[in-house]
């Protein structure tokens, strides 16, 4: 989730909040062009010099980007409201797409670290669970059934991320495919979701999911639950999900995302060219500047996914607010 984003890459309070701005450290293109403009000046133009100056520049440049991505860490985020929208729905379509029981394909493009501790220093610096999960009592529910399970195992002070969710509420026959491309988070993720019917894959994820599909079961979710870092990241999603429904058509996908007060979701929304259910919430969050409520898109919505939406809408009160749209 890009609000409340934390960039760890040289910044002096990791744990403050810097939502809506982007840490990126790039390398200087005046430093990299240098000796190509000194050669030019000097009338010896070396241009195998200027394209190795180029070269430097981009990778430079891409490895910056990809750094800065990956320094997002969910744990400083995880059970806030958005959290809370997010995984009532999860658990709750779940639920739907398991009724019978033909076996189901869940994948996730962007996974976390599959379960965090809410009693850890990084979520006690935001204190963000406390607005979210915190700051109500469940009623029966999908989600009330995960968390109680995952406290179980793993004491009070447990959160389950999306993929512990999915683990914990799917049966031996359903498959997971979980994509996270940050290493420490990878290896947390690995460990927390052992298991013969899970595979964890420390891969790009649109690259990943995309090369997976369509997979054995055919019928399944894909959940795309970037942190929106860079603002590119909206057309992204929506270009990828029209990339995944040609070679996936039978998928459903839920997408999650932030909304904020300069109204980037709207790229994401306008770039797709397909029939969607749509269900924002609004909700009070004093850390996460910037955030004003979260959104979630459903394409290919199974039968019942209205139904499902309203009861999220009252499990997650009073955090939780309906968003007329
Ligand atoms: C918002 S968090 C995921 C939270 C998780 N879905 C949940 O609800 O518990 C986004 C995660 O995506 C990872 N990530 C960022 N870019 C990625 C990419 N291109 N492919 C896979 N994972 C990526 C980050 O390291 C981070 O752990």
């Known amino acids: 989730m890009f609000p409340g984003g934390h960039y760890h890459l040289g910044n002096p309070d990791p744990g403050r909040i810097q939502s ?18 000194a050669f030019g000046l000097c009338g010896e133009f070396n241009w195998s010099g200027f394209a190795l100056d180029l070269f430097g520049l981009v990778i430079g440049r891409s490895k910056a980007l990809s750094s800065a991505m990956l320094s997002y860490q969910h744990a400083y985020h995880a059970g806030n409201p958005a959290d809370l929208h997010k995984h009532l729905a999860l658990a ?3 639920g739907l797409l398991i009724r019978k029981p033909r076996g189901i394909s869940y994948m996730e493009t962007h996974a976390g670290r599959g379960r965090y501790d809410l009693g850890a220093a990084e979520s006690r610096k935001t204190g963000e669970a406390n607005e ?35 683990q914990t509420l799917l049966r031996e026959q359903d498959r997971l ?30 690259e990943g999911v995309l090369s997976l599909s369509p997979p054995r079961p055919r019928k399944g979710l894909v959940l795309i639950d970037p942190s929106y870092e860079v603002k590119t990241e909206y057309a992204k999603v ?5 990339r995944l429904m040609r070679k996936w058509p039978e998928a459903t996908v839920m997408i999650w995302y932030p909304l904020l007060r300069a109204g980037q979701h709207e790229e994401l929304l306008a770039g797709l060219k397909l029939k969607y259910i749509r269900h924002e919430v609004s909700f009070d969050l ?18 019942g996914s209205d139904a499902i939406l309203e009861r999220v809408l009252s499990s997650g009160q009073p955090v939780l607010r309906h968003l007329p749209r």
């Open 20 to 37: 809506n701005r982007i840490r990126v450290f790039t390398t200087q293109p005046e430093a990299a062009f240098a000796p190509a403009i």
């Open 92 to 94: 709750e379509l779940l």
């Open 132 to 166: 979210g999960i915190n700051a109500l009592a469940l009623p029966d529910c999908p989600l009330r059934s995960a968390i109680g399970k995952t406290r179980a195992r793993f004491g009070d002070a447990a959160y389950p991320g999306s993929p512990l969710i999915a």
């Open 177 to 206: 495919h979980l994509m996270e491309l940050h290493p420490a988070e990878f290896g947390a993720l690995r460990k927390a979701l052992r298991s013969e019917n899970t595979a964890v894959h420390h891969r790009d994820g649109y």
């Open 238 to 242: 929506a270009d990828f999900t029209h």
């Open 286 to 303: 004093l850390g996460g500047e910037g955030m004003q409520g979260s959104g979630l898109v459903l394409v290919n919505a199974p039968y």
